[in-house]
Nanobody, 125 residues
Framework: VQLQASGGGLVQPGDSLRLSCVGSGLSLSRQSVAWFRQASGKEREFVAG????????NYGDSVKGRFDISRDNAKNTVWLQMNGLKVDDTAVYYCATGSRLIMTTRTWASAYDYWGQGTEVTVSS
């Protein structure tokens, strides 16, 4: 099982980026999948995700209205569209997936079984 995350980069405040996470060895459409981020010196934070096969996305409070998660089942890929980026969005972004989550743990990093390698997003003027 592998998750390959990409799409990060250096952007200015207000810009947009789209991250992608491609899965191999498992079907992302059948499992819970999420994006987390970790800023320097901080704990890993839930950004957005789908619980199991639900088409309804959940978002962390700090990104609601700015970020949009989607998944393409045919391509076994999950996207994170990030708009209106802020300096505080600077972090390494990770995609993760798991099959054992329950509703109350869907925002817990510890509940996910597989992780991508991370892609760095830097927002700076």
């Amino acid at each position: 099982v592998q998750l390959q995350a990409s799409g990060g980069g250096l952007v200015q405040p207000g810009d947009s980026l789209r991250l992608s996470c491609v899965g191999s060895g498992l079907s992302l459409s059948r499992q819970s999948v999420a994006w987390f981020r970790q800023a320097s010196g901080k704990e890993r934070e839930f950004v957005a995700g789908f619980f199991r096969t639900s088409s309804t996305a959940n978002y962390g409070d700090s990104v609601k209205g700015r970020f949009d998660i989607s998944r393409d089942n045919a391509k076994n890929t999950v996207w994170l569209q990030m708009n209106g980026l802020k300096v505080d969005d600077t972090a390494v972004y990770y995609c993760a997936t798991g099959s054992r989550l329950i509703m109350t743990t869907r925002t817990w990093a510890s509940a996910y079984d597989y992780w991508g390698q991370g892609t760095e997003v830097t927002v700076s003027s």
